[in-house]
T-cell receptor
Framework: KAGVTQTPRYLIKTRGQQVTLSCSPI?????VSWYQQTPGQGLQFLFE???????NKGNFPGRFSGRQFSNSRSEMNVSTLELGDSALYLC???????????????FGEGSRLTVL | AQRVTQPEKLLSVFKGAPVELKCNYS??????LFWYVQYSRQRLQLLLR??SRESIKGFTADLNKGETSFHLKKPFAQEEDSAMYYC???????????FGTGTRLTIIP
């Protein structure tokens, strides 16, 4: 099985711009989560989608949004970029068993965003 | 709110010596606890979870609800254990994980 795929792997933006990151989960995984990783804050949960619905949301401003498509692929968008948004954005997918997730997240390699 | 604390950012251990990576959590309910690992140039991946009560690559972790701890242990360290280790807390039925800040383990040959 192919792993979680994230695109683009690297990107550079300037303050005020917006960015869209894409994530393709492992085939058969319907849950997709997004995390922001920075040296200072570590891994922080952004949101989780399941069957095109946002089920959980972290403590991030409304500039951070996401969506999930019918094929389970997900995108996240950050508008009005700030310098502090520079980070590695990780996507993870997981499999449902008996109506709930197994707790094992499969991570992608991440999209490294630099905001200048 | 849930919180996970890993007090050691860096830990160096000689090959063959025992390893213990500390993890403490704060949560009033019944949490799910995990250890994730990231080897050099690899993706973050699950190492073990407390409900499985299994040993993976020689590592074990016991959930101590009284001390709210979930320390990761291995009796004899190997060079291939060098990696970044993250403790994570999840809630039953909720996919959100709260991660600790991680401990970089270096095994000295």
């Amino acid at each position: 099985k192919a792993g979680v795929t994230q695109t683009p792997r690297y990107l550079i933006k300037t303050r005020g711009q917006q960015v869209t990151l894409s994530c393709s989960p492992i085939s058969g995984h319907r849950s997709v989560s997004w995390y922001q990783q920075t040296p200072g804050q570590g891994l922080q949960f952004l949101f989780e989608y399941f069957s095109e619905t946002q089920r959980n949301k972290g403590n991030f401003p409304g500039r951070f949004s996401g969506r999930q498509f019918s094929n389970s692929r997900s995108e996240m968008n950050v508008s009005t970029l700030e310098l502090g948004d520079s980070a590695l954005y990780l996507c993870a997918s997981s499999f449902q068993e008996g109506g709930r997730n197994t707790g094992e997240l499969f991570f992608g390699e991440g999209s490294r965003l630099t905001v200048l | 709110a849930q919180r996970v604390t890993q007090p050691e950012k860096l830990l160096s251990v000689f090959k063959g010596a025992p390893v213990e990576l500390k993890c403490n959590y704060s949560y009033s309910g019944s949490p799910e606890l995990f250890w994730y690992v990231q080897y050099s140039r690899q993706r973050l991946q699950l190492l073990l979870r407390h409900i499985s009560r299994e040993s993976i690559k020689g590592f074990t972790a016991d959930l101590n609800k009284g001390e709210t701890s979930f320390h990761l242990k291995k009796p004899f360290a190997q060079e291939e254990d060098s990696a970044m280790y993250y403790c994570a807390l999840g809630l039953w039925g909720n996919e959100k994980l709260t991660f600790g800040t991680g401990t970089r383990l270096t095994i000295i040959p």
